[in-house]
């Protein structure tokens, strides 16, 4: 079965800094490229980075980039977010997902939610100011 699991989403305080985790289950990442999005309430959910199956290839969205590192650790089945600098805007529930597409570098199709086909359940990030 495959299966994301998100965790160490919290209340930090603005211009502090969280390591979000996921682990996966059921598949490989040579087989997957993940996206990390969020999702603010009242808001449409939205990409804030991506690391390729096809060659490691990563992106951010602009509004992270310089703050946001994506990276994985293929011994521990797990991918990382972590994020620095934070800002109350960052405030959202964040979510990893994965597809099995990959797309040419500096593509916006790995920041577009319905590219994605499995999806992890979320955690709160929650940034005060």
């Known amino acids: 079965e495959v299966q994301l699991v998100e965790s160490g989403g919290g209340l930090v305080q603005a211009g502090g800094s969280l390591r979000l985790s996921c682990a996966v289950s059921?598949?490989?990442?040579?087989?997957?490229?993940i996206g990390w999005f969020r999702q603010a309430p009242g808001k449409e959910r939205e990409g804030v980075s991506c690391?390729?199956?096809?060659?490691?290839?990563?992106d951010y969205a602009d509004s992270v980039k310089g703050r946001f590192t994506i990276s994985r650790e293929h011994t521990k089945n797990s991918l990382y977010l972590d994020m620095s600098s934070l800002k109350p805007e960052d405030t959202a529930v964040y979510y990893c997902?994965?597809?099995?597409?990959?797309?040419?570098?500096?593509?916006?199709?790995?920041?577009?939610?319905?590219?994605?086909?499995?999806w992890g359940q979320g955690t709160q990030v929650t940034v005060s100011s």
């Open positions: 059921g598949f490989s990442f040579a087989e997957n490229t």
């Open positions: 690391i390729s199956r096809k060659d490691g290839y990563t």
């Open positions: 997902a994965a597809t099995k597409q990959t797309y040419y570098s500096g593509s916006k199709e790995y920041f577009s939610a319905s590219n994605y086909e499995t």
